[in-house]
């Protein structure tokens, strides 16, 4: 996304367009799924010296305002993407962690039907798919050594 069009899409949320979260936006929209710890490095390899602190005010701020989704796979860290209110869902690879979009199977929020919605106004469905993705999945596996 051009910087133009961040600047404007923070203006539209009613944030302060500010380099660190022109920044933030700019490393999520080329690094969906990234960890606020990874935002923080690639924010500071791309960017220049911004703070660790001010990118998680950041990421707090965006996704408070809907610019931003965050996600939490069970044991893992939260991670962020530019990809909001569509109500798709993940792919999470066990071992490394890669994180993968799954789109919305029917299109729109829920894009799952509970069996039963026990009287609640159901609006949106949060699925994470756990496995091995291709890369892990041609590891061979560990060879483990015979005592002698
Ligand atoms: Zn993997
Ligand atoms: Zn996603």
């Not at 993940?90 to 026990?118: F, K, M, Q, W, Y």
């Not at 999945?137 to 002698?148: A, F, H, T, W």
Request: aromatic share 4%; glycine share 6%; hydrophobic share 40%.
């Amino acid at each position: 996304m051009a910087a133009e069009d961040v600047a404007l899409r923070l203006r539209d949320a009613g944030l302060r367009v500010t380099a660190p979260r022109l920044a933030v936006l700019d490393v999520l929209a080329e690094n969906p799924h990234s960890t606020a710890d990874t935002v923080a490095s690639l924010v500071r390899a791309t960017h220049g010296r911004v703070s660790t602190q001010a990118v998680y005010d950041v990421l707090a701020a965006c996704t408070t305002a809907g610019m931003l989704r965050r996600i939490e796979p069970a044991g893992s860290a939260a991670r962020y993407e530019t990809r909001t209110g569509d109500n798709h869902h993940h792919l999470v690879c066990r071992l490394c962690g890669r994180t993968t979009d799954v789109d919305c199977v029917v299109g729109s929020p829920p894009c799952l039907v509970p069996g039963n919605t026990a009287g609640y106004l159901v609006d949106e469905a949060e699925v994470v798919f756990w496995g091995l993705c291709p890369d892990c999945q041609r590891i061979p596996p560990r060879v483990v050594k015979e005592s002698p």
